[in-house]
């Protein structure tokens, strides 16, 4: 295959590979300086590449180079475009209920925390992908960044445009009087600027990573919500092909550990997001937890209805929810 334009990067470790060396490729939408290849995507490739003694190697496609759409990373693994591919399953909630049930409001406080819940959850999550799930992880609970009036209230948002991760925030944000909509994290910086969005719902580190803190001149802290799902996923095929010893280093290679570390270093780095945000002028709002209660009473209806719902797996909202809560 001809890729125009694709950064390759390829990782071994320990020199020179046998004739019966393998190498994998890996895609993801993101820039390679993005927080998740130094905690995710180069440590998989690193390990691997050492426990498999150069055996098993990985090259990584990032920036889109297999394909620039987020939505489309999924459908470019099991079409076997790329072996290993990174996938938000936000951007289709549809086939991944379960899996995005991890961003309820109030479900976790802290990446780390929402990261426990999602592998708590493990086993049902697993089976909703068509392919092995070599980590699983989220991110920090969302905030709001908003550019043209600062969002105190719940008046505040009553009205407006907020881009949301998931079609699993959508019915919460519609029950703040918000209209949601959901957008690829590559368009949202564009859209904030040029007012094609009022405000959008995401982590804090996309301060950073995604530069909203030039367009936004306020971040709301305290918002009803909890962390977004992530995955790295190995097509099925390739998978299977694998011999026993070499699935064996696939597992050493990634795993819990590694979606730990991502969850870590998205905590760290959100909360280095808003100090650097606020030294660039950004004002950050915390609600009070009087404010804060309005909108979770706004959301009640809405949650109701969502742990009421069948959310596959002879499972509701509700019995997710306590089983990634370990209740």
């Known amino acids: 295959m001809k890729l125009f334009g694709a950064i390759a990067i390829t990782l ?3 020199g020179g590979t046998t004739a019966t060396a393998r190498d994998l490729s890996l895609s993801y939408f993101m820039g390679p300086k993005h927080p998740m290849n130094g905690a995710v ?16 190697t990985v090259t990584q496609f ?3 180079a297999l394909n620039s759409a987020p939505p489309k990373q999924y459908s470019i693994l099991l ?8 996938h938000l399953p936000g951007y289709t909630t549809q086939l991944f209920p379960i899996t995005t049930a991890v961003t309820t409001p109030n479900m976790c406080d802290t990446a780390v925390e929402c990261t426990e819940a999602l592998w708590r959850a493990f086993d049902v999550v697993e089976q909703e992908f068509d392919a ?10 969302q905030v709001l960044f908003s550019k043209d009036f600062p969002i105190r209230t719940l008046e505040d948002v ?12 959508i019915p919460f ?19 904030l600027t040029n007012g094609v969005i009022d405000a959008i719902s995401i982590d804090p580190s996309a301060a950073l990573s995604f530069s909203l803190h030039e367009p936004a001149n306020y971040i709301t802290i305290g918002v009803p919500g909890a962390g977004s799902a992530f995955v790295l996923l190995m097509n099925k095929g390739v998978y299977n092909s694998l011999s026993d010893e070499e699935k064996g280093w696939v597992e050493e290679a990634s795993g ?7 969850a870590e270093t998205y905590d760290a780095v959100s909360a280095r997001a808003l100090e650097v945000s606020a030294q660039n002028g950004v004002e950050i709002i915390n609600l009070s937890a009087e404010e804060s209660a309005r909108w979770d009473d706004a959301i009640q209806p809405a949650m109701e209805t969502w742990l009421a719902s069948d959310v596959g797996q002879g499972l509701t909202g509700a019995d997710v929810v306590k089983l990634m809560k370990g209740e």
């Open 79 to 86: 079409d076997g475009v790329a072996d290993v591919a990174f």
């Open 256 to 262: 819990k550990w590694i979606s730990m570390q991502a």
């Open 12 to 14: 071994t470790l320990l």
């Open 173 to 191: 944000a519609e029950a703040l009087g918000a209209s949601a909509v959901s957008q690829p994290v590559s368009v949202i910086n564009q859209n």
């Open 62 to 64: 990032p920036g889109g």
């Open 41 to 56: 995507f180069t440590p998989f490739a690193e390990k691997l590449a050492e426990v498999s003694g150069g055996k098993l």
């Open 158 to 169: 009553q009205g407006k445009i907020i881009r949301v991760t998931s079609g699993q925030d």
């Open 132 to 141: 092995k799930v070599l980590a699983l992880w989220a991110n920090s609970p």
